[in-house]
């Protein structure tokens, strides 16, 4: 499966952003998706995953409450929206794919290029 992410950009803290992963090729829907994130100098983190039917999701804690997964199988695509946004969440933002929903990003075999989110203070 391919995957295309996009919708980052430059916001202020406070502000919202909603990022969408675009997937190609094999069957989206029989695939969990998650979205990481990796700020420069630190290690890729879990931001949040779902499962294959949209039925579970599940939740970084620093994001929990303010970023939103969900799925839209017949658009083959994964959203994440982020609200009240914060300078910490500036990262690139990464969504992957994989046949088992995980928390650990090496669990995943699918990624797509990141896209840049900046927050500004």
């Known amino acids: 499966v391919q995957l295309q992410a996009s919708g980052g950009g430059l916001v202020q803290a406070g502000g919202s952003l909603r990022l969408s992963c675009a997937a190609s090729g094999r069957t989206f829907s029989s695939y969990a998706m998650g979205w990481f994130r990796q700020a420069p100098g630190k290690e890729r983190e879990f931001v949040a995953a779902?499962?294959?039917?949209?039925?579970?999701?599940y939740y970084a804690d620093s994001v929990k409450g303010r970023f939103t997964i969900s799925r839209d199988n017949a658009k083959n695509t994964v959203y994440l929206q982020m609200n009240s946004l914060k300078p910490e969440d500036t990262a690139v933002y990464y969504c992957?794919?994989?046949?088992?929903?995980?928390?650990?990003?090496?669990?995943?075999?699918?990624w797509g290029q990141g896209t840049q989110v900046t927050v500004s203070s």
């Open positions: 992957a794919a994989d046949q088992v929903v995980a928390v650990i990003w090496l669990e995943y075999d699918y």
């Open positions: 779902i499962s294959w039917s949209g039925g579970s999701t």
